[in-house]
T-cell receptor, first 119, second 109 residues
Framework: DGGITQSPKYLFRKEGQNVTLSCEQN?????MYWYRQDPGQGLRLIYYSQIVNDFQKGDIAEGYSVSREKKESFPLTVTSAQKNPTAFYLC??????????????????FGSGTRLTVV | KNEVEQSPQNLTAQEGEFITINCSYS?????LHWLQQHPGGGIVSLFMLSSGKKKHGRLIATINIQEKHSSLHITASHPRDSAVYIC???????????FGTGTSLTVIP
């Protein structure tokens, strides 16, 4: 079955350490996204990538880094510069149709999430 | 400033009740999504709407583009419908998504 796999489901790290969250999809989707979810807040976009070797900052990119070396993979690194890293992280992917004003996302699919706790 | 507002924030219903969750947005959009998040955190996309109405089983989603408003209805609610329901809009132009804070639904047997 096609889908998005995020691993691990729970992750604990010591303060000051970098940590990388995995996101893999076998849906042949062009675009991939990382969101952060905090209690009482909507999902917020960290980074997104529409094609391999290209990615764009979202609303809260500070303290995070990503790479998109393969279409299937979009790992997120939470660096020690991120002041409040403890959160629930969701990866998503979508097909992309058209361009510019006619850009349309469809087939939007979420992963099951990684809960990161920094102690 | 929140581009997407949902109401209510929390909702408790008796099994069998008809449920409505509302979503208002303040920007031009190309599509609106209704998502369901279960306690484990995983999210499922329920609907993607750009106009009119869609129905899937006991779920109905409507959107009024002129009024910038969408509703998600659940008919004959069941305890397994208990989840957080999130409204998300895909801005036009561009591919930025904005999410509501979610509506936490609990259906009591």
């Amino acid at each position: 079955d096609g889908g998005i796999t995020q691993s691990p489901k729970y992750l604990f790290r010591k303060e000051g350490q970098n940590v990388t969250l995995s996101c893999e999809q076998n849906l042949n989707h062009d675009a991939m996204y990382w969101y952060r979810q905090d209690p009482g807040q909507g999902l917020r976009l960290i980074y997104y990538s529409q094609i391999v070797n290209d990615f764009q900052k979202g609303d809260i990119a500070e303290g995070y880094s990503v790479s998109r070396e393969k279409k299937e993979s979009f790992p997120l690194t939470v660096t020690s510069a991120q002041k409040n890293p403890t959160a629930f992280y969701l990866c998503a992917s979508s097909m992309v149709s058209g361009q510019g004003m006619l850009l349309l996302l469809y087939g939007y699919t979420f992963g099951s999430g990684t809960r990161l706790t920094v102690v | 400033k929140n581009e997407v507002e949902q109401s209510p924030q929390n909702l408790t219903a008796q099994e069998g009740e008809f449920i409505t969750i509302n979503c208002s947005y303040s920007v031009g959009i190309s599509a609106l999504h209704w998502l369901q998040q279960h306690p484990g955190g995983g999210i499922v996309s329920l609907f993607m709407l750009s106009s009119g109405k869609k129905k899937h089983g006991r779920l109905i989603a409507t959107i009024n583009i002129q009024e910038k408003h969408s509703s998600l209805h659940i008919t004959a609610s069941h305890p397994r419908d208990s989840a957080v329901y999130i409204c998300a809009v895909n801005l036009y132009p561009g591919n930025q998504f904005y999410f509501g804070t979610g509506t936490s639904l609990t259906v009591i047997p």
